[in-house]
């Protein structure tokens, strides 16, 4: 009986104006009945903005969430967190994003905050109260509900400012922060608002998925190359090949000091290459900025390490 209603459900997921668009105008209406029928078993509420919303669950749509959320894992053990990562904070006052960035340093820092606690900060630093209400907010708060679902609320009920500052708890919460560097919020909520046709939400949330999983794949691709590609693995031939704005000087003292975990100084890279002070600051800074190196400050000097 379901297995036409089952097509239009699992291999593809139709609304009623595609299926218009497909077939006799007679047939359409006695089909999308059969439809209805078979989604029903797989249905859940998910309201949105308090209308009564809701999500088909069917295997479909649960295996492309759990692929989704497989290459999401994937992409955040191989990528590195930037901490000098920018966000744009346009619609933000000048009061408000210093107050942004001090949020981000406690929640990059200290893994111990309360959620409840967290979200209502938010909430009131931001002065978010009447921009989403109540239910949503246990909802993103609540450990238990998965990461892409709550995206996909935050996509649906919020405008993009207040989306934008409550990704960051929802992602906190979750261990995953760093999917903020490839989370755009203001992305998602274009290409979801376009997407919802009726009270079912589901075509939005595969649109939402389809997108997060050819962003993620993109990344992913950049990253096995970069990785392929590692300066750690390269002789001085191929990096002077590929870096041909660096100074030789500065490749070679590279393949002769790339030990992990050991440091370098100012004063190692003068005595090798041959140089001044001012010089050897100015090479090693190059790669620091190429991330070769990373840069900390011991006592009064500065050090240089790969990690």
């Given at each position: 009986m379901f297995e036409t209603a089952k097509k239009y459900s699992e291999q593809v997921y139709y609304n009623k104006a595609d299926l218009e668009k497909e077939m006799d105008f007679y047939l359409v209406d006695p089909l999308w009945h059969e439809i209805t029928q078979y989604r029903s078993l797989f249905r859940h509420e998910f309201p949105i903005k308090e209308k009564k919303t809701y999500l088909i669950r069917n295997p479909h749509v649960n295996d492309q969430m759990s692929a989704t959320q497989n290459l999401l894992f994937e992409w955040l053990l191989l990528h590195k967190e930037d901490p000098d990562k920018e966000f744009d904070?346009?619609?933000?006052?000048e009061e408000e994003q210093l107050r942004f960035l001090r949020l981000l340093v406690k929640l990059r820092y200290d893994h111990s905050l309360n959620p409840q606690t967290l979200f209502q900060e938010v909430m009131d630093s931001f002065?978010?109260?009447g921009e989403v209400n109540q239910q949503t907010?246990?909802?993103l708060s609540d450990?238990?509900?998965p990461l892409l679902l709550k995206l996909f609320r935050l996509g649906m009920e919020g405008n993009k400012r207040t989306a934008f500052l409550l990704l960051f708890p929802?992602?906190?919460?979750h261990h995953c922060l760093k999917a903020a560097e490839i989370i755009d919020m203001e992305e998602i909520i274009?290409?979801?608002h376009s997407a919802v046709t009726d009270l079912d939400v589901t075509s939005a949330f595969l649109s939402l998925l389809v997108m997060l999983r050819l962003k993620l794949s993109d990344e992913m691709i950049s990253l096995k190359r970069n990785e392929q590609l590692s300066p750690l693995d390269q002789d001085e031939v191929n990096l002077c090949e590929r870096y041909p704005m660096?100074?030789?000087?500065?490749?070679?003292f590279y393949v002769r000091h790339r030990k992990l975990h050991h440091y370098y100084t100012l004063q190692d890279y003068?005595?090798?290459?041959?140089?001044?002070?001012?010089?050897?600051?100015?090479?090693?800074?190059?790669l620091v900025e190429l991330k070769w190196y990373q840069k900390q400050k011991i006592g009064k000097k500065f050090v240089y390490f790969i990690i």
């Open positions: 904070l346009f619609w933000l006052k002065q978010l109260h907010l246990q909802y450990a238990q509900n929802t992602l906190y919460l274009d290409k979801i660096l100074q030789k000087e500065s490749i070679a003068m005595k090798e290459a041959d140089v001044c002070y001012e010089t050897a600051r100015y090479s090693m800074e190059k």
